[in-house]
Structure formats: C-alpha cells, structure tokens
C-alpha cells in the first residue's frame, strides 16, 4: 500500500502539467505566473514544449581484480612554470619550475629536470625546483618521469626560458 501511495505522489507532477502565462505589468516588467491574471485577456498561454530526457549510459562492467601490472602506465607530464617564452627579468637568475604529473608517481619513481638538454640534480618526487644563479640567455626546460631502473618513461614538451642578468662590459679602449 505504501509503494502505490508514494507512486501516486510522485506520479502526479507528471499527470498534471500546470499552464504557464505571460504577461506584462503596467511598468513594462515581464511576469510568469502559473495562475491567470484577472484580465485574462492580457495573458499569453506558453507552450512549454516536451521535457529533454537522456538513456543513461551503459553499465561498465567492474574489474573483479586489481590490476598488477603497472610497467605499461602511461605518464603526461606537463612544465606549468614558467611558461612558454617566458622571461625571468634582471636580478640573480632564480626562479622556480612546477611541473603537472598524472597519473601520480608510485614510491620507486622521480622526476629529473633537464636544463638545456643537461640533467638538473638527482631525479625527485616533489614536482617544484627553485633554481639559482642560471646564466643569462635562452634556456629549454624538459621533465622526464624515471622508473624504477632509472629509465626516462615520459618526457615533457620542451619550455624555452629567457634569463636577463645585469653584466658589466669594460671597455679598456676608452
């Protein structure tokens, strides 16, 4: 009894569909209402047309297991910062490098950052660098992801950098 009850209430909003009209009040205001105005004849009925309905998608079947072979995990790495062409203005050369990495490292694996092609420190699992004292001029940034036996298994799209350094020329011909 109670589950025919709680269809009907629920089953109720569907029978009855309740008439919306328009209209527009002395100040020029635009008005929805469910219920008529007293001058019926300034109303406009709306058609509210059929309601959108989507099929859900279907059902994927669940893993029974989890999976243990990991070695083909597929690694994007990213250089959030800096950005592309950026410039690091005058002063020492410092600036920090903050890379995006999914999925998440496992234990066993690190980061290593390459400047110019060059290997930056020992691979890390912290995804931020701060940099200190990099020469002027142009510098390509690169991240690799290194496994377990010190294989690169994922390497970032190369960033180039511009490092502006204040330099003394001495001219002794002067």
Not at 23 to 39: E, S
Not at 58 to 72: G, H, R
């Amino acid at each position: 009894m109670t589950r025919l009850i709680l269809f009907i209430v629920l089953a109720t909003p569907l029978i009855v569909s309740a008439q919306i009209y328009k209209t527009t009040d002395l100040k020029g205001n635009v008005v929805y209402t469910d219920q008529p105005p007293a001058d019926a004849s300034t109303a406009e009925e709306v058609d509210l047309g059929t309601t959108n309905t989507l099929q859900p998608p279907p059902k994927l079947p669940q893993p029974t297991a989890p999976i243990e072979d990991v070695s083909s995990m597929a690694y994007s790495v990213n250089i959030v910062s800096p950005a592309q062409e950026a410039t690091i203005p005058n002063g020492p050369g410092n600036f920090s490098v903050t890379v995006a990495v999914n999925p998440a490292l496992r234990p066993a694996e690190g980061l290593q950052l390459y400047i110019d092609g060059e290997a930056r420190g020992e691979p890390q699992q912290d995804p931020l660098w701060e940099l200190t004292n990099v020469f002027r001029g142009a510098h390509d940034l690169a991240v690799s992801v290194i496994n377990s036996d010190g294989e690169s298994v994922a390497t970032s799209l190369p960033v180039r950098i511009y490092v502006h350094r204040p330099s003394i020329n001495f001219n002794r011909n002067r």
